[in-house]
Nanobody, 134 residues
């Protein structure tokens, strides 16, 4: 079974940093995309960042550009989201998701890079809460 487990959330003051980690098991950690999504209370889930292994593409939501950095450690089957200069509006439950066989996905074949839309992702992990106090 494919399992994704997000961890690393917590409570920080505005301006602080957190490092989220996504551990993948039962999942071939090649030709994939890992995406990070977040959902705040009363709001829809939104794409935050993604990284494609096959084309090394990256995506960042406009509001997190320059503050968040996504990376993967293929040897450990993990992905990380380094979050700095956190703001209260970053408060949400953060989920990691995976898309397999990326090289067969239209986003790859059309050169669009990793997708930021949740509907493209095959596997989801439970979220980790990030709370940023002002």
């Amino acid at each position: 079974d494919v399992q994704l487990q997000a961890s690393g959330g917590g409570l920080v003051q505005a301006g602080g940093s957190l490092r989220l980690s996504c551990a993948a098991s039962g999942f071939p950690f090649d030709d994939f995309v890992i995406g990070w999504f977040r959902q705040a209370p009363g709001k829809e889930r939104e794409g935050v960042s993604c990284i494609g292994s096959t084309d090394h593409s990256e995506y960042y939501r406009e509001s997190v550009k320059g503050r968040f950095t996504i990376s993967t450690d293929n040897g450990k089957n993990t992905a990380q989201l380094e979050m700095t200069d956190l703001r209260p509006e970053d408060t949400a439950v953060y989920h990691c998701a995976a898309l397999g066989s990326y090289s067969k996905n239209p986003y790859y074949t059309s050169g669009l890079g990793c997708p930021s839309t949740e509907y493209e992702y095959d596997f989801w992990g439970q979220g980790t809460q990030v709370t940023v106090s002002s």
